[in-house]
T-cell receptor
Framework: DVKVTQSSRYLVKRTGEKVFLECVQD?????MFWYRQDPGLGLRLIYF???????EKGDIPEGYSVSREKKERFSLILESASTNQTSMYLC?????????????FGSGTRLTVV | TQLLEQSPQFLSIQEGENLTVYCNSS?????LQWYRQEPGEGPVLLVT?????EVKKLKRLTFQFGDARKDSSLHITAAQPGDTGLYLC??????????FGGGTRVLVKP
């Protein structure tokens, strides 16, 4: 069964820590995305990547960076965690850039910054 | 400001009733996708609609894309408790980059 795997389901980190969220897909998908999901705000796009070593800012990139050294892996980095980054983080992948391609999501990482 | 507005935000119905969820925007999208998300899990794709006026059916779920490709609706006939979840619409802005609505939480009581 094809899937997107996020390394942690739950994380608790302290303010100021550097946090790494890992995402791996086994579908040979070109595109990968990081969203955060907050009540009342829906899913908001943080960063995305159309290819290895390529990255583009989404709608809310401030305080985040990403890395895609291999096609199957897309990492989200919180350089210095803050309490307003407490959220559910969702990684997704899709096959290609056309409008027909849906996303496959991971199960999410619920991050709490204290 | 969200580009996609979903209504209602919450819907609670009895098993066997019908329901409709709406997804509206002032923007045109190249496609509109619907997802369902259950607690503790990521969203799962239900359907993609591409052509204005398109109607797709998935068992008891009927999806419609507006003629102008700015809005969509999801209709569930004879809802069952297994339909409970968060329903999300998402529009493709360009390059397979999705904008999501705020979601509609559906509770179907037995």
């Amino acid at each position: 069964d094809v899937k997107v795997t996020q390394s942690s389901r739950y994380l608790v980190k302290r303010t100021g820590e550097k946090v790494f969220l890992e995402c791996v897909q086994d579908m040979d998908h070109e595109n990968m995305f990081w969203y955060r999901q907050d009540p009342g705000l829906g899913l908001r796009l943080i960063y995305f990547s159309y290819d290895v070593k390529m990255k583009e800012k989404g709608d809310i990139p401030e305080g985040y960076s990403v890395s895609r050294e291999k096609k199957e892996r897309f990492s989200l980095i919180l350089e210095s965690a803050s309490t307003n980054q407490t959220s559910m983080y969702l990684c997704a992948s899709s096959l290609d850039r056309g409008p027909l391609y849906g996303y496959t999501f991971g199960s999410g990482t619920r991050l709490t910054v204290v | 400001t969200q580009l996609l507005e979903q209504s209602p935000q919450f819907l609670s119905i009895q098993e066997g009733e019908n329901l409709t969820v709406y997804c509206n925007s002032s923007s045109v999208f190249s496609s509109l996708q619907w997802y369902r998300q259950e607690p503790g899990e990521g969203p799962v794709l239900l359907v993609t609609v591409v052509t204005g006026g398109e109607v797709k059916k998935l068992k008891r779920l009927t999806f419609q894309f507006g003629d102008a490709r700015k809005d969509s609706s999801l209709h569930i006939t004879a809802a069952q408790p297994g339909d409970t979840g968060l329903y999300l619409c998402a529009g493709d802005r360009a390059g397979n980059k999705l904008t999501f609505g705020g979601g509609t939480r559906v509770l179907v009581k037995p």
